[in-house]
């Protein structure tokens, strides 16, 4: 398994600046706001190969959501995330993290009736992913789909909520983001359920129970790294999260190096 990690407001502007850093404090790959591919696309690319960084993956960047309620916005996103995913495929990066909305509705705040029926969002989410799994074929990239928590969006939850409705449209070419922070919300088990998931996931998010990095908040990663070494898990642990330590650069390095050391008792 490898590191990779997003952006951070303590980051350097310059792509070359931002990637040597990254590189420095242990991580192997980074995981971009798919903005920066379509208005700094050149940039990158000649830092990536500068700084001997790749670029993996990507994270947001694209208006609306997949699941959005406005047509327009849904129509607008998977543009969006059609264009990213031909300008990842240029870096030869391998997919972008796409959860069904987020901050659009939640059943737990209200007024917690959403405005579609639960078969009315399978039927859009279903439609959206059927499209951008063609996407994703024609440009040797992964859709990775990402359960988020009740307070974040009400359509997917959890990890067998994404793997029933990638299953249901028997997309080839779409798989499942695994988040530590949402799966501390809403698995029973963190381990079980990535075993359960094993033959779909696709990428991994990591932050601390509190949403900051790992090792500051009260979240065990080992029995969820360990069901990841059994099944064989090889792509990247990205961080995504805030950064509470101070000064922030030593506070993230510490991270890394936890979670390291996290990663080598789940060998044994």
């Keep these: 398994?490898?590191?990779?990690?997003?952006?951070?407001?303590?980051?350097?502007?310059?792509?070359?600046?931002?990637?040597?850093?990254?590189?420095?404090?242990?991580?192997?790959?980074?995981?971009?706001?798919?903005?920066?591919?379509l208005n700094r696309f050149d940039e990158v690319k000649k830092a990536m190969a500068d700084a001997d960084l790749p670029v993996v993956t990507v994270c947001g960047g694209y208006r609306g959501w997949i699941g959005d309620f406005d047509e327009e916005k849904r129509k607008l996103c998977i543009k969006d995330i059609a264009e990213i995913l031909n300008r990842l495929s240029l870096l030869s990066g391998k997919g972008i993290v796409v959860p069904a909305a987020w901050g659009m509705f939640s059943k737990r705040l209200p007024p917690m009736v959403p405005p579609r029926s639960e078969e009315e969002d399978r039927k859009v989410l279903l439609e959206s992913l059927d499209r951008l799994n063609r996407v994703a074929e024609s440009t040797g990239t992964l859709i990775y789909l990402e359960p988020l928590n009740?307070?974040?969006?009400?359509?997917?939850?959890?990890?067998?909520?994404?793997?029933?409705?990638?299953?249901?449209?028997k997309f080839s070419y779409v798989k499942v983001t695994a988040d530590f922070y949402h799966m501390n919300i809403e698995e029973p088990r963190i381990d079980e359920s990535l075993r359960e998931a094993k033959d779909l996931i696709g990428h991994i998010h990591l932050a601390d129970s509190h949403r900051y990095e790992p090792g500051t908040g009260h979240l065990d990663f080992i029995p969820g790294f360990k069901a990841l070494t059994e099944m064989g898990y090889d792509g990247y642990l990205t961080f995504e999260c805030r950064v509470i330590g101070n000064p922030p650069e030593e506070a993230y390095k510490q991270s890394v190096r936890y979670i390291g050391e996290c990663l080598e008792k789940a060998k044994k």
């Design 1 to 37: 398994m490898k590191l990779a990690t997003q952006d951070k407001p303590f980051f350097p502007e310059s792509f070359f600046e931002k990637f040597t850093l990254v590189k420095s404090m242990g991580f192997d790959g980074f995981e971009i706001d798919g903005r920066e591919l």
């Design 150 to 169: 009740r307070y974040e969006d009400h359509m997917l939850n959890r990890l067998g909520d994404a793997v029933s409705i990638i299953r249901e449209g």
